[in-house]
Nanobody, 119 residues
Framework: QVRLVESGGGLVQPGGSLRLSCAAS????????MGWYRQAPGKQREMVAT???????NYADSVKGRFTISRDNAKNSVYLQMNSLEPEDTAVYYC?????????????WGQGTQVTVSS
C-alpha cells in the first residue's frame, strides 16, 4: 500500500525557515514524480512544487525563489526547504505522488503537516 508521511511543520516567525520531509513507501519511489500541495482555511488547494523522477522541478509563482523541492531516492524521501516565510504561507502542507504516467495532479496524499507563520 502507498504511504506518505509528512513531518517538519511548526510555528515560525515571518522571514524564518522550515524544512518539511516526506517519507514514502509502497511504490517504486525513484520512478515516480513527487509533489507538495498546501491548503489554507477557506482557500483552494494549491500546488506548491513538483519534482519528476529525473529531477526536473516546477514551482508555484508565489513560492519561486523561496522554496526548494528535492528528493533522496536512497531514503525514499522528498523535502521542501522553505525560506523567507510569509504569513500567507500558513497552511497544511501535503506530500503527494502520482502513480499515473507523468504528473497529473497527484493521486496519493499524506496526512499533512501544519505550517504556521506568525509573529
Amino acid at each position: 500500500q502507498v504511504r506518505l508521511v509528512e513531518s517538519g511543520g511548526g510555528l515560525v516567525q515571518p522571514g524564518g525557515s522550515l524544512r518539511l520531509s516526506c517519507a514514502a513507501s509502497g511504490f517504486i519511489f525513484s520512478q515516480k514524480a513527487m509533489g507538495w500541495y498546501r491548503q489554507a482555511p477557506g482557500k483552494q488547494r494549491e500546488m506548491v512544487a513538483t519534482i519528476t523522477s529525473g529531477g526536473s522541478t516546477n514551482y508555484a509563482d508565489s513560492v519561486k525563489g523561496r522554496f526548494t523541492i528535492s528528493r533522496d531516492n536512497a531514503k525514499n524521501s522528498v523535502y521542501l526547504q522553505m525560506n523567507s516565510l510569509e504569513p500567507e504561507d500558513t497552511a497544511v502542507y501535503y506530500c503527494g505522488t502520482d502513480l499515473r504516467i507523468g504528473w497529473q495532479g497527484g493521486n496519493y496524499w499524506g496526512q499533512g503537516t501544519q505550517v504556521t507563520v506568525s509573529s
